[in-house]
Nanobody, 127 residues
Framework: QVQLVESGGGLVQAGGSLRLSCAPS????????VAWFRQAPGKEREFAAA????????YYTDSVKGRFTISRDNAKNTAFLQMNSLKPDDTAVYYC????????????????????WGQGTQVTVSS
């Protein structure tokens, strides 16, 4: 069982930046694809970004492309989501998710394709 722990959420003004972190508790991230999903108030959880186990392949939903960057440091056993040029529409609970696969492509973008999930971290962007 892999438990994921997110950190880095908070309150930021529009145009600002935040960096989210995700680390597995008591286990290596090696071999795991990682994704970030988000859920805004009253809305369905949606895919934001994903990265392959080796870090060579990434994929973004259109609404965050060019503003968010997903990355990972396997030596530090941590994945990141750098969020720049934040907008009020980015306000949501952000969830880290992971599933084991050495394949670089395609990267899954639906919730059911990820086995392990974190508890979520709140990101609030004020206008």
């Amino acid at each position: 069982q892999v438990q994921l722990v997110e950190s880095g959420g908070g309150l930021v003004q529009a145009g600002g930046s935040l960096r989210l972190s995700c680390a597995p508790s008591g286990r290596t991230f090696s071999g795991y694809r990682v994704a970030w999903f988000r859920q805004a108030p009253g809305k369905e959880r949606e895919f934001a970004a994903a990265i392959s186990s080796g870090g060579s392949t990434t994929y973004y939903t259109d609404s965050v492309k060019g503003r968010f960057t997903i990355s990972r440091d396997n030596a530090k056993n941590t994945a990141f989501l750098q969020m720049n040029s934040l907008k009020p529409d980015d306000t949501a609970v952000y969830y880290c998710a992971a599933t084991f696969s050495w394949a670089d492509w395609p990267l899954p973008i639906t919730q059911h394709e990820y086995v392990y999930w974190g508890q979520g971290t709140q990101v609030t962007v004020s206008s």
